[in-house]
C-alpha cells in the first residue's frame, strides 16, 4: 500500500503538469460603444438637418 502510495504521489503531479493551462480570452476588438456612438451621431445628424429643413 505504501508504494501505491509513493507511485500515485510520484505520478500524479505529472500528469497535472502536462495537462495545457487554459489561455485567458483575448479582448474583445470593439465592444459596440463606437458602433453605438457612430449611429446615434448619425441619428442626430439626420434629426438637425429635418428640423433645418422643416423651419
Do not use: E, K
Not at 3 to 32: C, E, K, R, W
Amino acid at each position: 500500500m505504501a508504494i501505491f502510495g509513493l507511485v500515485l504521489a510520484l505520478l500524479l503531479p505529472s500528469i497535472n503538469a502536462h495537462s495545457p493551462a487554459s489561455a485567458p480570452a483575448p479582448p474583445p476588438t470593439s465592444d459596440g460603444v463606437a458602433v453605438d456612438q457612430g449611429v446615434a451621431y448619425v441619428l442626430m445628424l439626420l434629426a438637425l438637418v429635418l428640423t433645418y429643413l422643416i423651419h
